[in-house]
Nanobody
Framework: QVQLVESGGGLVQPGGSLRLSCAPS????????MGWYRQAPGKQRELVAH???????NYTDSVKGRFTISRDNAKNTVYLQMNNLKPEDTAVYYC???????????????WGQGTQVTVSS
């Protein structure tokens, strides 16, 4: 059973930085789009950033200029560099990947377990 394993969350003061990472727990035949969602208490899950296999990116407006999504295709890993963090960035962050586990399996979305990011003084 393939899982996406996240790391890098934590507590940071406003204006600080964190870097999230996410990678599959085992071999993957091919990875397509990857990205990050977040969900704050009492709010709906929202797309934060997405990166295609060709490394085209898009961001939700509230993080543009502060967050950077990137990927290492050799490691099938996606990163989210978060700078100038604000209290309103506090949420559980979930990575996802559109991938094929093996040549014989169909393409589908997989999700990480979520990592807490708390921005507070």
């Amino acid at each position: 059973q393939v899982q996406l394993v996240e790391s890098g969350g934590g507590l940071v003061q406003p204006g600080g930085s964190l870097r999230l990472s996410c990678a599959p727990s085992s071999y993957i035949f091919r990875v397509f789009g990857m990205g990050w969602y977040r969900q704050a208490p009492g709010k709906q899950r929202e797309l934060v950033a997405h990166i295609t296999s060709g490394e085209n990116t898009n961001y939700t407006d509230s993080v543009k200029g502060r967050f950077t999504i990137s990927r290492d295709n050799a490691k099938n890993t996606v990163y989210l560099q978060m700078n100038n963090l604000k209290p309103e960035d506090t949420a559980v962050y979930y990575c996802y990947a559109d991938l094929r586990v093996s040549f014989t399996m169909r393409r589908q979305d997989y999700w990480g377990q979520g990592t807490q990011v708390t921005v507070s003084s």
